[in-house]
């Protein structure tokens, strides 16, 4: 064996082997992940990048003459001067977006608790109950939303009386309309991983903090939250990324004049036929989902030295 032969081996897990080889089988097994990647992201996005800077033609095709107009646009510049109408819908939906989030945490939190405190044989049937709306298509939770609210139902009744529609009006097309949608559909999106984080909760940690004179906001804020944070970190990642380009809610409760951004992008893509345009406010959309996860792993890293 040369002296070089002998340099370039290695043991690697009791196997005699040498760097190449341990290359090339690196390089094997994240071939597939790399290709993954590669077809279903970055080809993608570089495509959405290019073709935001496209121009629509007369009739809706697209001309690869390169142009900001669409950002401009989208900034609410246009031939009749400036308008927010654009910048509206990108703050509308991020607002709904993290409401949505934000009630979804607060209502998760005493729900996960609740079932993790229920006997181990019983939990099972609760965890089934909250998942159960995932068994029937959005569209059709979506209608049943319709229903629930028509002016037929108590809760219309409900808010006729007190003077906040007229009798015999549906609480739908509303801004309420869609918050309720959304809530519901998010909900088991930020229960399960919530939970799995509160059933391995160190209860010990609990009882010092209370043995230490710690009033309850001390207790939940550094022996509760800090052990549920990466449950609740993933729950609300699952809650406010779809929820930033939901559409279908949007459309059915709220009607035209509830237009978020991914009511947006899908009438830029449908019936005005404006591709340029709608990957522009893709990219937009996408930039401000980035923006607020960064935001959230920031505050998150935070809490845990409140």
């Excluded at 597939?32 to 033609?57: D, E, H, K, V």
């Excluded at 709904?96 to 209502?107: D, E, F, N, P």
């Amino acid at each position: 064996m040369t002296k070089h032969t002998q340099s370039s081996t290695r043991i690697w897990f009791g196997e005699m082997t040498t760097r190449r080889a341990l290359r090339r089988r690196g390089l094997l097994h994240i071939t597939p992940g790399l290709f993954w990647i590669l077809m279903f992201l970055t080809i993608p996005a570089l495509a959405l990048i290019a073709l935001s800077f496209a121009t629509r033609g007369g009739y809706g095709e697209i001309q690869w003459i390169f142009t900001f107009e669409n950002y401009t646009r989208l900034a609410g510049y246009g031939l009749f001067g400036w308008s927010p109408d654009y910048l509206y819908i990108l703050a509308r939906s991020l607002w709904v977006a993290l409401v949505t989030t934000v009630v979804c945490t607060a209502l998760a939190f005493p729900l996960s608790f609740y079932i993790a405190k229920k006997p181990k044989h019983t939990r099972y049937i609760w965890l089934t109950l909250v998942i159960i709306p995932f068994w029937t298509n959005l569209v059709i939770r979506t209608y049943a939303w319709q229903l629930v609210l028509s002016p037929d139902l108590p809760i219309a009744k409900f808010a006729a009386v007190l003077g906040l529609i007229p009798a015999g009006s549906p609480l739908y097309p509303s801004s309420f309309a869609v918050y309720m949608g959304m809530i519901s559909a998010f909900l088991p999106f930020i229960v399960l991983p919530l939970y799995s984080s509160v059933e391995k909760l160190d209860w010990s940690l609990v009882e010092a903090a209370y043995d230490l004179y710690s009033d309850k906001r001390r207790v939940f804020m550094q022996a509760i939250l800090p052990q549920t944070l990466p449950g609740l970190s993933v729950g609300a990642i699952l809650t406010f990324v779809p929820a930033m380009g939901m559409f279908l809610i949007p459309d059915f409760l709220g009607g035209a004049k509830y237009m978020l951004v991914g009511n947006l992008i899908q009438q830029q893509f449908g019936k005005s036929r404006d591709w340029p345009f709608g990957a522009a406010v893709s990219l937009a959309l996408m930039a401000l989902t980035l923006i607020g996860l960064f935001l959230f792993r920031r505050k998150g890293q935070d809490i845990e030295v409140v």
